[in-house]
């Protein structure tokens, strides 16, 4: 005869209040959610006031919340001002880290096209993006006060990018990457891509437009695009290290098809 054989599981059954226990409360989704408001307040007004202008009393009146908070929350006024950098960094660290990526990927494609993407995908972000203008002025005020807060913004918005499109082309030329010509072709290239969006007003008066939009904006694409593969990639501004024949296979052909 055949032995059935029953096999029990003895399945631990949490009860409500366990289960409970482990989603966040309302008071600590309330915390977040004025921690979050905070730190949103705190790059408006620091982008307009800048530090010394923006005072715990005015910090504390536009996120509509106690003058205590501030100190509950964050510690002071200082760590208010540096975690409203970090959060645009954090943020910043995730759209260039795939721009990053694939620049660097060794995947047997052109060189000169995965430059030409990595520059076209930094511009969109950097001046096309849908961030708010906030952040913008929050840069600006620390790129002008040159401090901790600049250097972690410059870190993630702009100096990873930058060691990696100076290494790629770099090596597309067959040049050491710190070649002094090179770094300043690079800086000069990333400066002018970073100053539409931080002059912003400035290069909608000059071009006579109201507003950036997906048509305008892929004009200034292509055109920033054209200016950088002949800054990146030119003879006349090359000094002894970079050999004269360096130029990437398909760079022109590329050029060419991005003026389409």
Known sequence: MSKFIRLTYNVPVQSSDTITDKMPSRHALR???????????????FGTLGY?????????DRAGVNLSAIPYH???KRELYMAAAQSIADYARKQIDPVVADLEVVDGADTSDRIDVALSRFFHFIVGGPEPEAWASFFVRCEYDADDAFRMLHEELV????????????EAMGCNRNDK???MRVAVVLATIVNLRALRNMTLSSLGWDRFTP??????????RQFAMSQLF???????????????????????????
């Open 31 to 45: 915390s977040t959610e004025t921690r979050s408001r905070m730190i949103d307040t705190a790059i408006e007004v």
């Open 52 to 60: 010394e202008g923006a005072s715990t009393r005015i910090l504390a």
């Open 74 to 76: 964050f510690g002071g």
């Open 159 to 170: 100096a990873r990018f930058e060691r990696s499109l100076t290494k790629t082309v770099a």
């Open 181 to 183: 010509g090179l770094q």
């Open 215 to 224: 048509g305008r904006l892929a004009q200034l694409d292509r055109t920033i």
């Open 234 to 260: 030119s003879e006349s501004s090359r000094n002894g290290e970079c050999p004269a024949d360096a130029r990437p296979a398909r760079q022109n052909s590329r050029r060419q098809s991005s003026n389409r």
